[in-house]
């Protein structure tokens, strides 16, 4: 897959992750291993990449004696998945047509 098409689809999938309610890294990871697998530094490089963006914001917050990094969507992220969510009707179409082509050649 073209590694800039993967990391706009993880940056999404991220900000999908986070769409309902504020969450932490290794929530993150679990409620997306389901779907697909991440690693921890690929999860914390996209949400830094994120929170630089304007698609997310990140309080600390104390749990069980440690400090934990809760990130929470703003406008601009919910946004992204919108556009993302047009783009994707296009994307689609264009897979339609490929798979109706190569049905042909067969």
């Known amino acids: ?3 800039q098409l993967k990391r706009g689809l993880l940056d999404v999938s991220v900000l999908a992750a986070i769409r309902d309610k504020d969450s932490y890294g290794y929530q993150i990871i679990k ?6 697998e991440l690693s921890e530094s690929t999860l914390y490089t996209i949400l830094k990449r994120l ?9 600390s917050m104390e749990f069980e004696g440690r400090l934990r990094k809760y990130y929470h ?3 601009r992220g919910i946004a992204r998945i919108d556009e993302f969510l047009e783009d994707w009707k296009e994307m689609l179409s264009i897979y339609r047509f490929i798979t109706r082509e190569d049905a042909r050649h067969e």
């Open 51 to 59: 929170e630089g963006a304007k698609m997310l914001t990140v309080r």
């Open 1 to 3: 897959m073209d590694i």
């Open 73 to 75: 969507i703003t406008e």
């Open 31 to 36: 409620d997306m291993k389901p779907y697909l």
